[in-house]
């Protein structure tokens, strides 16, 4: 069972997800500055997130992608909100969007959540708990190769500007944070991303971590702690989500340079 903070923010990502599901397919979406879409989903999503959050850890570090909060995240703890993963696809009424709510504990993952409204999925992990999906085990892949008919997922920008050469077929669902939990169940044997927020992978990252995989930059290295980067802005480089027994493998097939 969750333990009771889990469960905690689980009921906070169902609450902030019935919020947005009034306005799934409803809204117009408005551009920010970096031309990426919001609506008012995103922001009342992540108030409500930020206040649930606030009542019970008043101390807490927060960051959102709507309402930004503190560039360092490396010392003490710290949440990461993104309100409304896939708002392009909500505002089109397709399902893949999602909530997810990630924290930090100098700034490594340590719990999170993402929960896909629209179809009642439910992923969850916390710190040497495992890995769940409504309330199941999961797991990522346990394979030294990857499988000739197998699925990666691949962000818009790894689509778009990163020579891949791999076999398998990409997807790219248009939810940073539903590719780590496709890794953290096996559906994905890989995910890559090349443009990513803090609040995308925070979540997601603890998810997969505890379902066997993990985060690697383009020279081989884990990434354990976010902490090294500003948490307010887009990272600008590769990071891979897979297998460490994938991992050499995968990162063969990419060019980063």
Not at 61 to 88: C, F, H, K, N, Q
Not at 96 to 120: F, H, N, Q, R
């Amino acid at each position: 069972m969750p333990s009771n903070d889990l469960q905690y923010v689980i009921d906070t990502a169902r609450e902030a997800g019935q919020l947005a599901l009034k306005y799934f397919g409803q809204v117009t979406g408005r551009r920010k500055g970096d031309g990426t879409l919001f609506s008012r989903a995103d922001t009342e999503s992540e108030q409500l997130i930020r206040e649930r959050l606030a009542a019970r850890w008043p101390h807490d570090a927060v960051v959102g992608e709507e309402m930004a909060g503190v560039d360092d995240i490396s010392e003490g703890r710290a949440w990461l909100i993104d309100p409304v993963d896939g708002t392009l696809n909500f505002l089109y009424g397709l399902d893949e969007w999602c909530i997810s709510i990630g924290m930090t504990d100098c700034g490594k993952p340590a719990l999170g959540v993402v929960y896909a409204p629209a179809t009642e999925r439910l992923w969850y992990a916390e710190y040497g708990s495992g890995a769940f999906r409504n309330g199941t085990p999961i797991r990522a892949v346990r394979a030294r190769k990857v499988r000739s008919n197998a699925l990666m997922g691949c962000d818009s920008v790894a689509v778009d500007h990163v020579p891949i050469d791999l076999a398998p077929r990409k997807r790219n669902t248009g939810s940073a944070a539903l590719h780590a939990c496709y890794v953290a169940q096996g559906s994905f044997y890989a995910t890559v991303y090349a443009a990513w927020g803090l609040w995308d992978v925070a979540a997601g990252l603890c998810i997969c971590r505890e379902a066997g995989a993990a985060a690697w930059r383009a020279d081989g290295s884990k990434l354990e702690s976010l902490g090294e980067f500003c948490a307010t802005e887009k990272v600008r480089q590769v990071m891979v989500m897979c297998p460490a027994s994938l991992r050499r493998s995968v990162l063969e097939g990419i060019e980063t340079s």
